[in-house]
């Protein structure tokens, strides 16, 4: 491999080193907008905060094997911050759910898309398609994360939904060696 170009790549992994050891070190988690990874494409931030109550999650999607992991996964995050909720299929009459997870194929929401907002009073998530309904979660998960220093969900609500059907990541090593996890890091 070329010296310069060992350099470049040396200097590439050290700003990255820097920015992970940055935002690790920070203390305060900064703002939602910045902590969101990918940035939804719309947000839009409100006054206040969830305020955690008695409830259950529901998702009338439970059922199917590929969305109870998903739920689970919810429960899971919540439970981390001191809060357990039951989840069900269906609500009982006149409840209001703390967190309603749905899959609405009629919504006007684009493919893999979600819509995520937080109140004070609860979580709703819409999606189209039981992709949207993983990728909506995994941003309640990172809001749920940037949440757990003072223990509070902000208020917010969140349209996002992908540019291409396939996603991924390349690491073109093809004229250069594969770099290791201990060069990563």
Same mark, same amino acid.
């Given at each position: 491999?070329?010296?310069?170009?060992?350099?470049?790549?040396?200097?590439?992994?050290?700003?990255?080193?820097?920015?992970?050891?940055?935002?690790?070190?920070?203390?305060?988690?900064?703002?939602?907008?910045?902590?969101?990874?990918?940035?939804?494409?719309?947000?839009?931030?409100?006054?206040?905060?969830?305020?955690?109550?008695?409830?259950? &999650?529901?998702? #009338?999607?439970? $059922?199917? %094997?590929?969305? +109870?992991?998903?739920?689970?996964?919810? !429960? =899971? *995050?919540?439970?981390?911050?001191?809060?357990?909720?039951?989840?069900?299929?269906?609500?009982?009459?006149?409840?209001?759910?703390?967190?309603?997870?749905? &899959?609405?194929? #009629?919504?006007? $929401?684009? %493919?893999?898309? +979600?819509?995520?907002?937080?109140?004070? !009073? =609860? *979580?709703?998530?819409?999606?189209?398609?039981?992709?949207?309904?993983?990728?909506?979660?995994?941003?309640?998960?990172?809001?749920?994360?940037?949440?757990?220093?003072?223990?509070?969900?902000?208020?917010?609500?969140?349209?996002?939904?992908?540019?291409?059907?396939?996603?991924? *990541?390349?690491?073109?090593?093809?004229?250069?060696?594969?770099?290791?996890?201990?060069?990563?890091?």
């Amino acid at each position: 491999m070329r010296p310069e170009r060992m350099l470049h790549y040396r200097i590439f992994f050290i700003i990255c080193f820097f920015l992970i050891v940055h935002s690790g070190a920070s203390g305060s988690p900064g703002s939602l907008e910045e902590w969101l990874i990918p940035m939804p494409r719309e947000i839009s931030a409100g006054n206040g905060f969830l305020e955690y109550r008695q409830g259950r &999650i529901i998702c #009338n999607d439970i $059922i199917d %094997p590929e969305v +109870y992991p998903v739920v689970k996964s919810v !429960q =899971s *995050v919540f439970q981390e911050l001191g809060h357990f909720y039951p989840f069900s299929a269906i609500e009982a009459t006149g409840e209001i759910p703390v967190i309603r997870m749905q &899959i609405d194929s #009629n919504a006007d $929401i684009r %493919p893999q898309g +979600y819509r995520l907002n937080i109140d004070r !009073q =609860s *979580v709703l998530l819409v999606s189209r398609d039981k992709p949207g309904l993983f990728y909506g979660v995994q941003t309640l998960k990172q809001i749920v994360a940037y949440a757990s220093a003072n223990g509070r969900l902000p208020v917010v609500r969140i349209t996002d939904w992908p540019d291409f059907e396939r996603r991924g *990541v390349l690491l073109d090593v093809n004229k250069d060696q594969v770099p290791t996890m201990e060069t990563f890091r």
